[in-house]
T-cell receptor, first 115, second 114 residues
Framework: DQQVKQNSPSLSVQEGRISILNCDYT??????FLWYKKYPAEGPTFLIS?????DKNEDGRFTVFLNKSAKHLSLHIVPSQPGDSAVYFC??????????????FGTGTKLQVIP | EPEVTQTPSHQVTQMGQEVILRCVPI?????FYWYRQILGQKVEFLVS????????KSEIFDDQFSVERPDGSNFTLKIRSTKLEDSAMYFC????????????FGSGTRLTVV
């Protein structure tokens, strides 16, 4: 039951360039989308989120774009830095379904930023 | 910055033994969660807990699993009779009651069942 899909398991980008991580979802009930970053031996760290009523949210070097009709979102990191090298998880939740806000994660994309 | 604390960081146990994984969520958070990640796989939802009861659980969270908030600070996950396939990183998380908020995850407990 892959409700949140990240089709690229890995991505390599040169330092200073843009990193674009993609995510697709199937559940129309999702109304919040989140990106988490995970380093080895650490828990996922919340990065940025976007509500389904928006199509863009920006926070510093990180921008998330949402295309509801295509059920697609992407995370842009610009400029990419070596410290951004990590696994990035796309995640989604439905706040309409209850207050406990269960989050469904994608399989992750391993980003490597090459100095 | 407030943290979610998990202990132990690594637990090795024999198949069939009981294990208890411990978590201290952020003090003003009201929702608590357990997730797990089998090596190389995605982060999977196990259970959510609110107001001293389970809000939702996944198919993974069968009768071998239980959660408890024994006092005002700890949140525990018990596996009664561990199986080899329970080997994974187990992450505790907590969240506030607000829209759009992300969880705060702990660093995880690596459970190895031998």
């Amino acid at each position: 039951d892959q409700q949140v899909k990240q089709n690229s398991p890995s991505l390599s980008v040169q330092e200073g360039r843009i990193s674009i991580l993609n995510c697709d979802y199937t559940n129309s009930m999702f109304d919040y989308f989140l990106w988490y970053k995970k380093y080895p031996a650490e828990g996922p760290t919340f990065l940025i989120s976007i509500s389904s009523i928006k199509d863009k949210n920006e926070d510093g070097r990180f921008t998330v774009f949402l295309n509801k009709s295509a059920k697609h979102l992407s995370l842009h990191i610009v400029p990419s830095q070596p410290g951004d090298s990590a696994v990035y998880f796309c995640a989604a939740k439905s706040e309409r379904s209850g207050g406990y806000q269960k989050v469904t994660f994608g399989t992750g994309t391993k980003l490597q930023v090459i100095p | 910055e407030p943290e979610v604390t998990q202990t132990p960081s690594h637990q090795v146990t024999q198949m069939g033994q009981e294990v208890i994984l411990r978590c201290v969520p952020i003090s003003n958070h009201l929702y608590f969660y357990w997730y797990r990640q089998i090596l190389g796989q995605k982060v999977e939802f196990l259970v959510s807990f609110y107001n001293n009861e389970i809000s939702e659980k996944s198919e993974i969270f069968d009768d071998q699993f239980s959660v408890e908030r024994p006092d005002g600070s700890n949140f525990t996950l018990k596996i009664r009779s561990t199986k080899l396939e329970d080997s994974a990183m187990y992450f505790c998380a907590s969240s506030e009651v607000r829209q759009g908020g992300g969880y705060t995850f702990g660093s995880g407990t690596r459970l190895t069942v031998v």
